[in-house]
């Protein structure tokens, strides 16, 4: 009965190592290119897409915090662009690191409660 598994290794065990190696290959990935993955999903997002105006401006402001700094000073002259102005405004200061983290909990979050296609 025993040389019946000889050689086999069980379900569990193959599941639990690949499971181990997505969490190793996540973990060597930079924060850089854990965000850029991110914000890739979250252009071709049709789910996302549908959220309400303010969780949409909230994502451009931590989105453009991490990849521009902080907001300029003037406003756009185009007001149907203030709200995304003022959610950029709104993390003045916030670290380049801060803003990705932040921007791919936020999108962590929506996933859940907007869910995504396919599920």
């Known amino acids: 009965q025993r040389s019946s598994l000889k050689g086999s290794q069980p379900f569990l ?7 181990w190696r997505a969490h190793q290959e ?3 990935m930079s924060l850089e290119d854990q965000f850029q993955g991110v914000a890739e999903f979250v ?12 969780v949409l401006a909230k994502v ?5 915090q991490a990849t521009a700094g902080d907001a300029p000073d003037a406003a756009p002259e185009d007001k149907s662009k203030k709200a995304n102005y003022e959610s ?12 990705m983290t932040k921007y791919m909990q936020l999108i962590e979050e929506k996933k859940k409660e907007y869910g995504v296609g396919g599920e």
Not at 13 to 19: D, Q, V
Not at 60 to 64: T, V
């Open 26 to 28: 996540a973990m060597d």
């Open 43 to 54: 252009r071709t997002w049709e789910e996302g897409k549908k959220a309400p105006a303010d």
């Open 88 to 99: 950029w405004l709104e993390n003045k200061g916030m670290s380049k690191d801060e803003a």
């Open 13 to 19: 065990a193959r599941s639990s190592l690949h499971i």
């Open 60 to 64: 451009y402001g931590l989105f453009k």
